[in-house]
């Protein structure tokens, strides 16, 4: 082969590696429906480390449903069918910008892997010990979504702080609490197996979202009867320290 011919073939080369890599580039990243994806550690927001380290659009590119709070312990975060909500110190909820910030938060994207009917009149340790017990295996994380109509749910919030951060022990006894009767909504909840409770809450935690989007929180106790509860097992954890 001839010199002018060589040089036609390599640039040819190259033109198709390049016409490759932009197709690449180019093509829709295949989402992670598997793992759990974690912002901060919950040993840092126990000793106060209260300030954002990822925006809620790093968060929402990670999964469509979760749990977590904002810059400044600022209200507790519900994120539900990709979008987040904040459920504030005054029992207002909010549609939470992309820019806000995080210092903590567990998100995934929920595919219904299991249910499990929660039969009778039920309150909030019973429905977690049911769920408990049902899982296949505690040594694994579970996303779980409870929805319909419940008898009782009390929920927490608390107030945003500020620098120097107190412990959140300290937080919490500053806790706003509501009670709501007979309201419809959904429980989201976070299943984390015992030996990850320096990274996050061991066991079963809640979050509450009603369903006309106005009332939420923490969950400090449900009463419900015959609903059912969904889980979606997250082989995976992924963990966003700063």
């Given at each position: 082969?001839?010199?002018?011919?060589?040089?036609?073939?390599?640039?040819?080369?190259?033109?198709v590696?390049?016409a490759?890599?932009?197709?690449?580039?180019a093509a829709?990243r295949?989402?992670?429906?598997?793992?759990?994806?974690?912002?901060g550690?919950l040993?840092?927001?126990?000793?106060?480390?209260?300030?954002?380290?990822?925006t809620?659009?790093?968060v929402?590119?990670?999964?469509?449903i979760?749990l977590?709070?904002f810059?400044?312990?600022d209200?507790e975060?519900?994120?539900?069918?990709?979008?987040?909500?904040?459920?504030?110190?005054?029992?207002?909820?909010q549609?939470?910008?992309?820019?806000?910030?995080?210092?903590?938060a567990?998100?995934s994207?929920?595919?219904?892997?299991?249910?499990?009917?929660?039969q009778?009149?039920?309150?909030?340790?019973?429905?977690?010990?049911?769920?408990?017990?049902?899982?296949?295996?505690?040594?694994?994380?579970?996303l779980?979504k409870?929805?319909?109509?419940f008898?009782?749910?009390?929920?927490?919030?608390v107030?945003?702080q500020?620098a120097?951060y107190?412990?959140?022990?300290?937080?919490?006894?500053?806790?706003?609490?509501?009670?709501?009767d007979?309201?419809?909504?959904?429980l989201?909840?976070?299943?984390?197996?015992?030996?990850t409770?320096?990274?996050?809450?061991?066991?079963?935690?809640f979050?509450?979202?009603?369903?006309?989007?106005t009332?939420?929180?923490?969950?400090?106790?449900?009463?419900?009867?015959?609903?059912?509860?969904?889980?979606d097992?997250?082989?995976?954890?992924?963990?966003?320290?700063?």
């Amino acid at each position: 082969m001839n010199r002018p011919a060589q040089i036609a073939l390599v640039l040819t080369v190259i033109a198709v590696v390049i016409a490759a890599a932009m197709l690449t580039l180019a093509a829709p990243r295949k989402q992670d429906r598997e793992s759990l994806y974690l912002v901060g550690s919950l040993e840092d927001l126990v000793q106060g480390n209260y300030n954002g380290i990822a925006t809620v659009g790093d968060v929402l590119s990670q999964g469509d449903i979760g749990l977590g709070t904002f810059d400044g312990l600022d209200g507790e975060m519900i994120v539900l069918d990709g979008t987040c909500y904040k459920a504030r110190d005054d029992g207002i909820v909010q549609v939470i910008s992309s820019d806000e910030t995080t210092p903590f938060a567990q998100v995934s994207r929920f595919d219904i892997d299991g249910t499990i009917d929660l039969q009778g009149s039920l309150n909030m340790s019973s429905v977690k010990g049911l769920i408990e017990a049902a899982l296949p295996s505690s040594g694994a994380f579970y996303l779980i979504k409870i929805t319909g109509t419940f008898d009782n749910v009390t929920v927490r919030s608390v107030p945003k702080q500020a620098a120097p951060y107190p412990p959140l022990a300290e937080v919490i006894e500053k806790q706003t609490v509501f009670d709501y009767d007979g309201i419809d909504g959904i429980l989201i909840g976070l299943w984390s197996p015992p030996d990850t409770s320096v990274l996050s809450s061991a066991e079963l935690h809640f979050h509450f979202l009603s369903s006309d989007r106005t009332k939420g929180g923490h969950v400090l106790d449900a009463n419900l009867t015959d609903l059912r509860a969904e889980w979606d097992l997250t082989s995976r954890y992924v963990v966003d320290l700063e």
